[in-house]
Structures are given as structure tokens and as C-alpha cells.
């Protein structure tokens, strides 16, 4: 369900000639992933633990990117035990626009947000624009 989300996320945005995942990726991960997603930004060597080369996750997964474990990452849903306490910022509730008022919000989410102007909505949409930014960048 969230990849045909995903899919349909990707064509609207390119109907429209604005790479939204790609500005939404440089905005809220590439400090720390790296503008390339390679997990060298210009904070990672502050980290205690270093952030993961974004590039590779279909790779490392038999050749098939995992949606639902990175949504479930970025959303905050799914624990890392490997990694001790989480490191990477719960985007769930950071992307909320509601939670985390006062600040600018893009009219592009709200418009996506439906009439109810859901403010999960707008956090699921750009969660799977940065999903389907990560799944464009993957290498063999």
C-alpha cells in the first residue's frame, strides 16, 4: 500500500517539474546523510552513530527497496535495537505541522492534506516523497 502510495506521490510531484523527496531529502537528512545520501554529511562525524549510506538499502535487501521499513524508520514506528538509543530525529512528529507550530508551512502539503487539512496527511506525504526520493537514488 505505501509503494503505490509512493508511486502515485512521484507522479504527481513530477507532473508538477518539482522534485519535492529530493528538497524535502536536502532539507531534513542530508546534514547528516549527505547531499548523495552516502551517510557523510557535515555532521555526521558529530554523531555516536554514523548515519547510513541511504544509496544501498535495496542492495543490502535483495535487490528490493524496503518501503515499509524505511517509512517505518522515518516515521518513528520502528526500533532499531542494534543501534542502542535512537539517534535520528522521529520525522513523524517533527514533519507535523500542527506539533511543531509556530513555523512555516509549504501550502504544496496543506493542498495535499485534503479537506480536513489532516495534519497526518501532510506528515505521511512528506515521508513518502523522501521515500521515493531514496528509492531514485539506490545503486546495484
Known sequence: ????????????????????????????????????????GPVSGQLKVSPSDLTVLAKNNNGVFPTNA??????????????????????????????????????????KAGPEQSPEVVVRTRILAVIDYLNRIQHE
Not at 512521484?10 to 551517510?39: L, R
Not at 520502528?78 to 507535523?96: Q, S, V
Request: proline share 6%.
Open 1 to 40: 500500500m505505501i509503494a503505490g502510495l509512493a508511486a502515485g506521490f512521484a507522479g504527481a510531484a513530477q507532473a508538477e517539474d518539482v522534485d519535492i523527496g529530493k528538497s524535502e531529502f536536502q532539507s531534513s537528512c542530508a546534514s547528516c546523510h549527505g547531499v548523495d545520501g552516502k551517510g557523510k
Open 70 to 111: 524505511v517509512y517505518e524508520t522515518i516515521y518513528g514506528s520502528k526500533a532499531l535495537p542494534a543501534h542502542g538509543t535512537r539517534e535520528m530525529p522521529i520525522w513523524g512528529e517533527r514533519f507535523n505541522p500542527i506539533v511543531n507550530l509556530p513555523h512555516y508551512v509549504d501550502p504544496y502539503y496543506w493542498n
